[in-house]
């Protein structure tokens, strides 16, 4: 059974620093590619970044380009999102996501989330 568990939200004063974490159990997490999402209040759940499963590639938003890395570690079952010089528009539910795509169907998996505040 997949298994994504996020951690690392909290408040922070804009301008500060956050890591998450996301520990992914029950499939093999050095074969898929991984993906940071995030939902704000009163809005639809938005891309945030992305890794594939080497490493080899990342992808990001616009919104966080230049401020947020995106890494894993395969040895420990990991996805990691650094978000650097924080704002209080990236006040959101982040949220791990991996998709299985299997003849022709895309599945989802989610984690519950972890809440980043950041607010003065």
């Known amino acids: ?7 690392g939200g909290g ?8 890591r998450l974490s996301c520990v992914a159990s029950g499939f093999r997490f050095s074969e898929f590619g991984m993906n940071w999402y995030r939902q704000a209040p009163g ?12 490493s ?3 992808n990001y ?11 894993r570690d395969n040895t420990k079952n990991t996805l990691y999102l650094q978000m650097n010089k924080l704002k209080p528009t990236d006040t959101a539910l982040y949220y791990c996501n991996m998709k299985h795509q299997s003849g022709g169907i895309t599945n989802d998996y989610w984690g519950q989330g972890t809440q980043v505040t950041v607010s003065s």
């Open 1 to 7: 059974q997949v298994e994504l568990r996020e951690s």
């Open 43 to 54: 809005k639809e759940r938005e891309f945030v970044a992305s890794i594939r499963s080497t």
């Open 11 to 18: 408040l922070v004063q804009p301008g500060e620093s956050l």
């Open 56 to 58: 080899a590639k990342m």
């Open 61 to 71: 938003a616009d919104s966080v380009k230049g401020r947020f890395t995106v890494s």
